[in-house]
């Protein structure tokens, strides 16, 4: 599966930036790109899709890592959408399911920020 | 009289001969040709067969060596793109190879990211290979060729699981199969599930050898992305060698990896369980603060 990324706009403070195909080495740049543009239009409220992720790689915690440590300081916080369990077993192997709030689907997530769907 | 006899049937028969022949627009050929003049390689075939055959020789050959509708990109494609009759283009593929004919050493790594794109990883784990032994210092390549190698492995780990899966769906009595003494005195296996356990073993071996060595490579490069990489990127990339060492089951090496990462980023969001990851493989990763 090729690599996409889309932003979604909740409300002024909440994104959903979703992920398809393998955040890797190659294609982490984009969505670090991306999450950094979120944070910088006011995002303090970011959740990230990986429902249909195939892979992650290091780059990607990395960008992540980088993500909730901004959101922090702006009080905010970073969700992951993620049921994959080879993607949920490399957030366990490294300590970071502890770090960041995990759900199974998008709209747990999103039920979680207090944000209406429509 | 009897030449005139003669003379009188020959304009007959000339007049005859006349009112059959065709108009001129009659006589031309459906396709706006002249039937009487055959095609070229019809009249070849039958007025100079050896030639004839000769040709259909020189073009069968040509086919095969220069790989027409193959649709590999070989042959043809790369000698027009070796000879730059059409100049290269926006063919990421060709541009690289200039690059390199032009003792670019970065044209490696840029025709390894072409045929990434291409989904060519054989040939761009190659290119890489080439450039990492010009450029050994580069961190960034060294990345790339183990998540490469990883996504090579993984390939393979996944065909290994299908055989295994077939295997038990072919030969189902293996899984239930009594061993030792009860075995023998069973009087041994079934020989339909022996057959299929002997064809997909034959398959797997190959299979958990590629996706072993896969992993170990790729733990291998992982390694060296670490050792060249900014200092900013290090404790990152001690975290893709701990992930690395997982996959290839080595946990010396992952354990020491997470004891350089602790050492790098002591204040890290996940230190804790880090240095509970640490105690599981068997060792103590304290950070300095805590020291």
Excluded at chain 2, 128 to 146: G, H, P
Excluded at chain 2, 273 to 289: D, N, R, T
Aim: glycine fraction near 10%; charge should be positive.
């Amino acid at each position: 599966m090729n690599f996409d990324i889309q932003t979604e706009q909740l409300s002024s403070e909440a994104y959903v930036i979703s992920l398809s195909g393998e955040v890797d080495l190659y294609t982490a740049p984009e969505f670090k790109q991306q999450l950094l543009e979120v944070i910088a239009q006011g995002g303090t409220n970011v959740v990230v899709d990986f429902t249909n992720t195939t892979f992650i790689d290091s780059t990607t915690l990395g960008v992540l890592v980088g993500g909730v440590k901004r959101l922090r300081t702006n009080d905010g916080q970073l969700s992951l959408v993620c049921s994959d369990r080879n993607i949920t077993k490399i957030f366990e192997i490294t300590g970071l399911d502890k770090v960041f709030e995990i759900y199974a689907t998008r709209d747990e997530a999103i039920s979680s920020l207090g944000v209406p769907q429509g | 009289m009897a030449r005139a006899a003669v003379r009188a049937k020959q304009a007959q028969a000339a007049q005859a001969q006349a009112a059959t022949k065709p108009s001129r627009k009659q006589r031309k050929h459906a396709s706006g040709g002249n039937p009487n003049q055959d095609l070229f390689f019809s009249r070849l075939r039958r007025k100079q067969k050896w030639v004839f055959a000769g040709l259909a020789l020189v073009f069968a050959l040509s086919f095969v060596l220069l790989g027409v509708g193959s649709g590999n990109g070989g042959g043809l494609e790369q000698m027009i793109q070796g000879l730059g009759i059409f100049g290269n283009g926006n063919d990421p593929v060709g541009k690289a190879q200039a690059e390199i004919k032009a003792g670019n050493t970065a044209g490696y790594k840029d025709l390894a990211n072409a045929y990434v794109t291409q989904g060519n990883t054989t040939l761009a784990v190659s290119e890489l290979e080439q450039y990492l032994r010009i450029k050994k210092t580069d961190s960034v390549a060294w990345s790339q060729l183990a998540g490469l190698k990883r996504g090579q492995a993984d390939k393979y780990a996944a065909e290994y699981q299908q055989v295994q899966q077939a295997n038990q769906l072919e030969a189902p009595g293996s899984i239930f199969s009594p061993g030792g003494t009860l075995a023998g005195k069973l009087g041994g296996t079934n020989p339909i599930d022996d057959y299929y356990n002997q064809q997909n073993n034959a398959l797997l071996s190959p299979l958990y050898r590629d996706a072993t060595t896969g992993y170990t490579d790729s733990l291998a490069a992982y390694k060296q992305a670490a050792k060249f990489a900014k200092p900013s990127e290090q404790a990152n990339a001690e975290l893709a060698v701990y992930l690395a060492a997982q996959r290839a089951n080595q946990p010396k090496d992952g354990l020491a990896a997470l004891k350089l990462y602790v050492k790098l980023d002591p204040t890290a969001l996940n230190i804790k369980q880090i240095e509970a990851a640490c105690v599981s493989l068997g060792g103590k990763c304290v950070p300095k603060h805590k020291k």
